[in-house]
């Protein structure tokens, strides 16, 4: 969706003209994969984070605009909401002090962005979603003064034909109406990007659908929505219900929502893009002048424009992305899973984590996805949403007897996950002082049973107890958060409560 589009009307034909771009695009890919024209194996990652702008009383700041121009980087752009940015940090090799390494590119890139902010009365705030954000906020006129985001809301409004309705029930229940996408600005993410070849990319697919339920439950970050408290990680009921172009009869129908955990392991990443072609009606209909097909015969790399910006449509928590780096074909799977934050500490920690659970489970003999069917894991990324790291996961039991048993994510990290990710690290030849230190501070997670969404959990209840109410506890809360971000001491360290004023 980073390509630039311009606002308009589209014809009736264009998407029938669309339709047929992207089956040839599809075509073309495969050609492209029996010809084997794709990169080679290079080890390479990358990292996105959503942020948030508020002020000094924690609100919501609608700047991002004036934030941006004064920050004058491209690593950092534009992102759905007024009050959103994101930064991108440039492609790493998997290898070395890679995770020391960007630990200090974000301390140093957030700290100048934050800097620049402050400019114009505002911060960075790493979240996943912020909790001051009220309902009042999430209107049209909200959106980031992009066209693309302008044409993706027109489309996805006259797609479902009436208010967006969200109703998610946790701790507290939240029911709500919407007349534009604007309540998915109130996610902000980190996603991790892997670079795969073909043969690789299903089995690389498949372990990061296997390990999305730890990795949510272990960095669920965003308790709070539209001052209520729902599920421990909740942007992911809020993503789906944001972005549900499907009115109540066609979900009575089976329909499948755009915002999609999936429904099966796959054997290749064609796989996955004629499930976006077969399932899902374009939202951005806009062609391309290129002939994937007439480029590919003539030996030439195709752009696929059409399917990469229709696979953007299609929220996925692991997406398989196609790119184009020095004139060769790449694959990417880009993990959306977890919230941004707390800290820069714990985003390396989940990322360390990530990348040597997905390098070690995908070179197993006996890959957890050959035991284990795919609707558990869709169950257990449920159940990690709504109860973070105290939830009880499915995961198969230790041996060869078979068969599966619910066991705390915790228990499952400490006992079995973290050894598995030291070696996947250790297969990236990863420093092992780095690799000790991230893995450490996951397992200091789970022993202390502290994560962001706990941590915000607490502070918001000491605060009710000390007398303030409910919008004061959350304001007093934030702010507490932001000191503590700023600090950059991992969560699990994180003194409890709010000092007393």
């Known amino acids: 969706m980073g390509e630039k589009v311009v606002a308009g009307a589209f014809d009736l034909s264009d998407r029938q003209k669309y339709r047929k771009k992207l089956h040839q695009c599809l075509e073309a890919l495969s050609g492209l994969l029996a010809e084997r024209r794709f990169d080679r194996p290079r080890n390479l990652m990358g990292m996105e984070i959503e942020l948030n702008l508020t002020g000094a009383d924690a609100m919501p700041k609608m700047l991002n605009g004036e934030v941006l121009e004064r920050i004058a980087s491209h690593d950092f752009q534009t992102e759905l909401g007024m009050f959103n940015l994101e930064v991108n940090i440039v492609p790493h090799h998997l290898s070395g002090r890679v995770l020391d390494q960007l630990a200090e590119e974000l301390r140093t890139g957030l700290g100048y962005a934050d800097r620049k902010a402050g400019e114009v009365d505002a911060g960075i705030m790493m979240i996943g979603i912020l909790p001051t954000l009220g309902r009042d906020d999430m209107v ?300 450490g501070i996951i397992e200091e997670r789970c022993k202390r049973r502290t994560n962001g969404a706990s941590w915000q959990a607490d502070a918001y209840h000491r605060a009710r107890e000390a007398g303030l109410d409910r919008g004061a506890a959350l304001a007093a809360m934030t702010r507490r958060y932001g000191e503590l971000m700023q600090g950059g001491d991992p969560v699990h360290s994180w003194p409890a409560g709010i000092p007393e004023p």
């Open 140 to 439: 049209r006129s909200n959106l980031s003064d992009v066209d693309r985001y302008a044409l993706l809301n027109d489309q996805m409004v006259a797609a479902r034909g009436e208010d967006f309705s969200l109703d998610i029930e946790g701790v507290e229940r939240l029911v709500a109406t919407a007349g534009s996408i604007t309540p998915e600005a109130a996610c902000t993410s980190l996603q991790l990007h892997l670079q795969v070849t073909p043969e690789r990319f299903a089995d690389v697919w498949n372990a990061a659908q296997a390990v999305a339920a730890v990795q949510v439950a272990l960095g669920a970050n965003s308790p709070f929505l539209f001052g209520r408290e729902v599920w421990r990680e909740s942007r992911p009921p809020l993503f789906e219900q944001a972005t549900d172009t499907r009115p109540p009869e066609l979900r009575n129908q089976g329909v499948r929502p755009r915002t999609w955990f999936g429904e099966k392991w796959v054997g290749s990443v064609e796989e996955l893009f004629e499930e976006n072609l077969r399932y899902f009606p374009p939202l951005l209909p806009i062609c391309d002048e290129e002939e994937p097909l007439r480029v590919l015969a003539d030996g030439g790399v195709p752009q696929l424009k059409e399917l990469v910006l229709h696979n953007g449509t299609v929220y996925r928590w692991n997406r398989p992305v196609y790119g184009i780096a020095d004139g060769v074909p790449h694959l990417r799977v880009e993990n959306r899973v977890l919230p941004a934050g707390p800290t820069v500490a714990d985003v390396i920690a989940n990322t360390a984590l990530y990348y040597g659970l997905v390098r070690a489970m995908a070179e197993e003999s006996r890959p957890v996805w050959t035991r284990m069917p795919f609707s558990a894991a869709a169950e257990s990324f449920e159940t990690a949403c709504r109860h973070g790291i105290d939830a009880e996961l499915l995961w198969p039991r230790p041996g060869r007897s078979g068969g599966l048993t619910r066991v705390p994510v915790t228990k499952l990290v400490r006992d079995e996950l973290l050894p598995l990710a030291a070696s996947g690290l250790d297969g990236w030849n990863i420093e092992p002082a780095d690799r000790d230190h991230y893995l």
